[in-house]
């Protein structure tokens, strides 16, 4: 893909180049403050921070189709997110919450437990008041993806035969990052309303996540339409974000990590649009970082479908995208490694840094920067 933006792009300095990153060099200090809790009043209102070159630039997201050209292509993760928070008790009565991270087949699905004591295999667990009261009720199989792994295996039985995504629509809460300080019980939430409608994107449409691809929370029917008459491109791609993206790394040597996996998918016209786009030497710009792992997974496997556990940190070659739309990340993160290895180690830690001068607010619900994938 040929790249014609042509302003002074940041470059790495040799000792970040040629250094053995570990998860320290990834930490950074941000006071709580910054932290979003909502979202802002209009979805294109959100704050920008254009780090494409070494000056960066503080905009407002609405101002991105003018920084983008005729012929570029935006690649999107049109996955929708479950309302994957399940509370309950067990047949004992104690409490127990379930967040749904994957359904299977018929009425069956991989989740996390929260729990004093797990349930025996075969034990039963009522949710949302249980079959008895207007919910429904989930048998434990076994642990998943075998019989020492972390998550568990349920079967779901409704009153009506409905499937796990009815069931979920019906009686489960949308999971919310653990930073944001709300649902936490199972209470009613007074803010639940505007989650439900905010931490969708407007172009969600296959279900399966159990979070948000938060860089495209920006997008509005508005900067839809702008990007349309400039002449930009769009596509889509399908990741279903697992609960693992919250995960920390608890490993100092980035190479002892395990990477969660993630199931995704690239459509047949989404393929065509890639290639449209290399023939005519435009731009690949992924909106969020679960589209750079859906296309650089295909990239490396040469599988546009299929689970990815992806693990991108400095010193990786990207080989489809050149531009990158994506929120700020926790620190010691996955995507933190992801982002510096796109735009330069240094880059997004000077960057980082004027984000938090200038009180940007971070994580799901705070503000995006566009940056340029620095030269190989």
Not at 213 to 219: C, E, G, I, N, S
Not at 363 to 368: L, P
Request: glycine share 8%; proline share 6%.
């Amino acid at each position: 893909m040929s790249n014609t933006h042509t302003s002074a792009a940041p470059t790495e300095s040799a000792s970040a180049a040629h250094r053995e990153f570990t998860l320290s060099d990834f930490d950074f200090e941000l006071p709580e403050s910054l932290i979003a809790q909502h979202p802002t009043a209009v979805r294109s209102a959100s704050r920008l921070l254009d780090g494409r070159d070494a000056q960066p630039v503080d905009r407002i997201f609405r101002e991105l189709p003018d920084l983008l050209q005729p012929g570029d292509l935006l690649v999107f993760n049109d996955t929708k997110v479950l309302k994957a928070r399940l509370f309950g008790e067990k047949e004992s009565g104690g409490k127990l919450e379930l967040l749904v991270e994957r359904v299977l087949q018929g009425n069956e699905a991989v989740v996390h437990m929260r729990v004093s004591k797990k349930p025996l295999i075969g034990g039963r667990m009522h949710l949302c008041g249980g079959l008895r009261n207007g919910g429904f009720d989930a048998v434990l199989i076994g642990r998943w993806p075998d019989e020492n792994g972390p998550l568990f295996h349920v079967a779901f039985t409704g009153p009506n035969g409905e499937t796990p995504y009815e069931l979920m629509d019906r009686h489960g809460h949308l999971p919310l990052p653990p930073y944001i300080g709300r649902q936490q019980d199972g209470e009613h939430d007074p803010d639940e309303v505007e989650d439900t409608e905010r931490y969708q994107t407007v172009f969600a449409a296959h279900p399966g996540a159990v979070a948000a691809p938060t860089a495209a929370l920006h997008f509005d029917e508005s900067v839809l339409a702008r990007l349309e008459e400039r002449g930009v491109e769009r596509a889509s791609v399908t990741l279903h974000v697992g609960a693992g993206t919250f995960q920390p790394v608890k490993t100092e040597n980035l190479s002892e990590h395990m990477m969660h996996s993630e199931w995704y998918d690239i459509p047949l016209p989404t393929l065509a649009a890639l290639e449209r786009c290399r023939q005519r030497g435009g731009r690949v710009i992924a909106v969020g970082t679960t589209t750079v792992r859906t296309l650089e997974s295909w990239a490396r496997s040469g599988e546009f479908t299929g689970n990815t556990n992806i693990f991108i940190t400095p010193g990786y070659q990207y080989q489809v995208v050149n531009l990158l739309i994506t929120n700020f990340h926790l620190p010691k993160s996955t995507l933190m490694m992801l982002v510096s290895a796109f735009a330069g180690y240094d880059h997004i830690k000077a960057l980082y840094q004027h984000a938090i001068g200038q009180h940007y607010r971070f994580f799901s619900y705070g503000d995006s920067m566009l940056l340029e994938r620095k030269p190989a």
